[in-house]
């Protein structure tokens, strides 16, 4: 029997669609678990690599490790975090590890990459390969001889400024950030203001397209910002989909979400920045997240803002 | 144990290290009971006896360290201090006799036990 | 007819690993102090693990996502890392109670002293976790627990009075010389010795170690819906057999081996014999358990490579977790504290840790997306809500009446 430990569940087939369907970053993506082909778990989506083009913000890569996760700790422990990670890299000036889109072979319960992307992911581990190295393989009976070749060691030693790519071909698996892009966790969160100065929540969800539309996940097009009065709840799945369950917890969550609102990213003004509050401009339409599931992917507000 | 403030409050300690005494008597009468009718072998008989006389030395221990609020209750701070060491002392002979593996001595140490229980309950009954 | 024989196997795995030193301490001191008028707490109980383990292990063989990933998406990684502390700390503690329950049986088995036996059995922990396969360990520790029986036949031996024993488990009173407040502090102990956190980190993720699928679904269903049951039943019998035995003699039940005797008392040295052999399954058992569940949970969180289902140098982490755990634990019993009030204190934590590992299970069990046509139905949705109320109130009961009554004197 083959047996395979990633998300072989049903509905992935069911549903080719998923891979062009909108995905929500924040519930789909961040903080799921990464697989690689043959079921290997390796590590989470600790952020999301964004970047600008000239329409608008692009997802180009998951962010795996301490120094991504460090971004998204509250303050002092992630402050400790970053530094304890930067302290013993081996790299004198060490660079978080980005997985480019590319290398994504699905995305369901959990995000499943490809075989040289999964190589290039272990390779990064550093206190995993420390205490296979130290600690484990000086106890009797310590067996799996992982194969790990040199030339991958030295591969994740090697720290590109921006993703080399020949036409046609993948870009490398794992590389550093691009130049000027920031982390998913730098949105979320951030106070966002009505056109008046008023404040009218935190931003909880980025909804993305797949970019360019077709089968290649080569990135994803932020298109819709969601925001809330109340972040705490707001990765539980409720505020994106109005059916689920169970009963009594979806009516308690709808009122504490009742004030969610979900805009077009282009209506958001100062993304550009990493800190401070973004502010809404004068033509946004806010309106329910649940009335944007009804005509994702149309572009145009069918609904009366709210 | 807190130290007790007022009357009720000693009391209420009493009939606390009494009842812990009633448990530890008993129960050690229980497990010498047991072995001398060969159903517990000699190990598990020895670890509850011993674990009975090691439980009664702390109960002593707190019970004596407060002091009592009024005369009467110095009567009963005697009284109950007596029995919880005669208590302790027959609990120390129980497991004496276990481990010398004798039964008439086991015997006699089982119906000690029994009857200092049986003082102790009462006593603390009268006190509720 | 071995799909059959593998159900069978499973049940009688649930039934035995169901009990470990919690349910025996507690459910032995509260038939003593109480009799049977607690009982419908460990009924209770019982049900409630019951429609959580099968959420989580339907969510783990449909998704192929265990209980602490699930925690990190839903709850984000703050929440996720207050709960993956709370988490780590109770079942530690309870890895920690049952390290020492081992030794304790050893030495009413031995008459060697437990600080000797402690370091052994953590070792011996160790070894089993590091070198021992996963189905067996499963297997060798449910099936030798199947042992504790005996307090079953011991009941039915001592020939109680039945009438007696049913009117005070059916009509739950406060006996005349407790307080309520200590009557429902040890209802929430009773609870949290039943419901486990460990037990569904332990059940999913030892879903994703076998390679569960959703055809595993009914197997896994038939352990839990018949194997859990049977297996609280013992812990009634357990509480059973010291209300007849010592509660009319007014002890006091605090050891282990007072919780033994009476199965010595009714059925000889075989019956002491079983009853030891028992009490090292279920606490040895539960000591592998924990054990995992501490390398699960932190590995889970942080998206390393788990399990005993990979090779150990592809899971370095999570090994030295583990081994780090084993030391901890020994380090631990060795400064002198006392197992047996280890585990009354483990079980109080555990009902306030319960809400936060079932409230993301409850959620994702839900999540079409995750579980196709396997998402929860109505009936598994009353269940789940009611009992995350019930949940919600022992946790949020447990501290404050911890405080107040002392924690039970």
Redesign the interface.
Known sequence: MNRTRNGRHAVESSEPARRTGPHDAVLRLLDHQIVGPDGALLGNVDDLELVSDDAGWLVTGLMVGPAALSQRLPGPLGRWVYAVWRRLHPASDPTPVVLPLAHVTSIGSAIEVNLAAAQALSSTFGLELWLREHVISRLPGATGDTGDTEQQQVMSKHSPSTAETVAGALPLPVRAPLEGARGLSSLIGRAVLAPDGTLVGRVSEVRCVSHPPGHRLDALRARWVVYTRHLAGSELGYSMNRTQGPALVRRLVRMWQQHDRVVEIEHVIGIETTQGDLQLDQTAAPRHPHDLSEDQGAGQARHPPL | MAPALDSGAFQRNAI?AL??A??DT??SA??LQ?YLA???????A???VT?SEDAIGPVEDSFGAVDPPSPSDKRLRDEVGALLSDAGDELAAARIALRRNDPAEMMQSVKTLRGLAERM?QRSEGL? | MKKLFAIALGILTAIGGFVDIGDLVTNGLVGARFGLSLVWVVLLGIIGICVFAEMSGRVAAVSGRATFDLVRERLGPRVGLLNLFASMAVTLLTFIAEIGGVALALQLATRVNPYLWIPVVGAAVWIVLWRVKFAVLENAFGLAGLALVVFAVTLWKLDPDWADLWRQASRPFVPHDESHTTYFYYAVALFGAAMTPYEVFFFSSGGVEEGWTSDDLGTMRANVFIGFPLGGLLSVAIAAVAAVVYLPQGVEVDTLGQIGMPVGQALGVLGIALVLLGFFAATFGAACETGLSVGYSIAQYLGWQWGKFVAPLKAARFHSVVLLSAVVAVGVLLTTIDPIMLTEYSVVFSAVALPLTYFPILVVANDRTYMGRDVNGRLANTLGTVYLVVVLVAAVAAIPLMIVTKAGQ
């Open positions: 606390h009842d812990s009633v448990s008993r129960t229980l497990a047991n060969a159903r517990v072998p000699r190990p598990y020895d670890t509850v674990e309950e509720s």
